[in-house]
């Protein structure tokens, strides 16, 4: 057969010969660098038969405001913040903005309506405020519920019972799984239930300007998957200036049970109610 030399970087040395005839293609394949054996022999298709339709796999991670999703930190795109029960009680924090501003980072609150249980609490320069008219950036659930309220997205700090939150998870970014006016992140909390925190605890807190406080829980369940779970908090005080007094009283009333017969899961009726008279302010 004839053929033609190639002429490499050495003048007079072959290096690749040409093969003018089909028979020869595995005779070249194996003569060039890097290769081994002969070209693979395409896969026999068989007239009339379907072919398998290929199968991919995608898993998306992300974060929602919805309890049990059961992923560590490392598996979550974002710096999620996150704090339990004990660590709010250990904080000395009278309420969830006074714990966030102690121990959250990039967490700092302003107390523009002149009392503490009214404060704009601002998270990496996006504001949850109750003052209307503020641009709100935050969104914030409780139990997955959202807690802006549907006018103007403002949120009442003082309507989250501190001594019921069970634990706090403070993601940042832009996600729309939160809804609307989350352009700085989102803060969800879930509460305790009779199932989770059974017993019962007392508690009393004296401080400087007369602040006073009493606050109590109690949480049990029973073999046939009934739960309950009652709190409750009374605070006040004169205020670090003149004619700025608080005073609030704080119910949190929750009850369930647990479907174990069709296996439908745990079923929740939360209720919480406040009386407030927090002078300095708008109300």
């Known amino acids: 057969m004839g053929g033609t030399d190639a002429v490499g970087p050495d003048a ?11 028979a020869d293609r595995d005779h070249v394949a194996r003569d060039l660098p890097g290769q081994i054996g002969s070209w693979p022999a395409p896969p026999a298709v068989v007239p009339g038969q379907a072919q398998p339709a290929p199968v ?16 560590t930190l490392d598996q979550i795109p974002a ?26 980072t990039g967490v700092y609150v302003n107390e523009l309506r002149g009392n503490p249980f009214q404060p704009d609490v601002s998270y990496r320069g996006y504001t949850a405020s109750p003052l209307l008219g503020t641009p709100q950036g935050l969104s914030v659930y409780m139990d997955g519920v959202r807690m802006n309220q549907p006018f103007g997205d403002v949120v009442s700090w003082d309507l989250v019972p501190r001594l019921a939150i ?30 989770t925190s059974p017993g019962t605890t007392v508690q009393a807190l004296y401080g400087s300007d007369v ?53 439908r899961g745990e079923l929740q009726v939360r209720i919480l109610s406040q009386d407030r008279l927090l002078e300095g302010s708008e109300f």
Request: aromatic share 6%.
């Open 79 to 104: 710096p999620i913040q996150t704090a339990l029960d004990a660590d709010i009680l250990g904080s000395g924090a009278i309420d969830i903005t006074d714990f966030l501003n102690r121990r959250v």
């Open 166 to 195: 069970s634990s706090i998870a403070v993601m940042p970014g832009s996600n729309p799984l939160f809804g609307l006016n989350t352009l700085g992140g989102a803060l969800a909390m879930q509460t305790k239930t009779g199932r």
């Open 56 to 71: 991919f796999r995608v898993e998306v991670i992300a974060a929602t405001p919805l309890p049990g999703v059961d992923l």
């Open 211 to 263: 602040r006073r406080a009493i606050e109590f829980e109690h949480g049990g369940s029973n073999a046939s998957g009934l739960n309950w779970y009652v709190a409750g908090n009374l605070f006040a005080e004169h205020g670090w200036r003149d004619d700025s007094p608080s005073v609030i009283r704080t119910g949190d009333r929750d009850g369930g049970t647990l479907d174990r017969l069709e296996g």
């Open 12 to 22: 007079g040395q072959d290096v690749v010969h040409h093969a003018e005839h089909p």
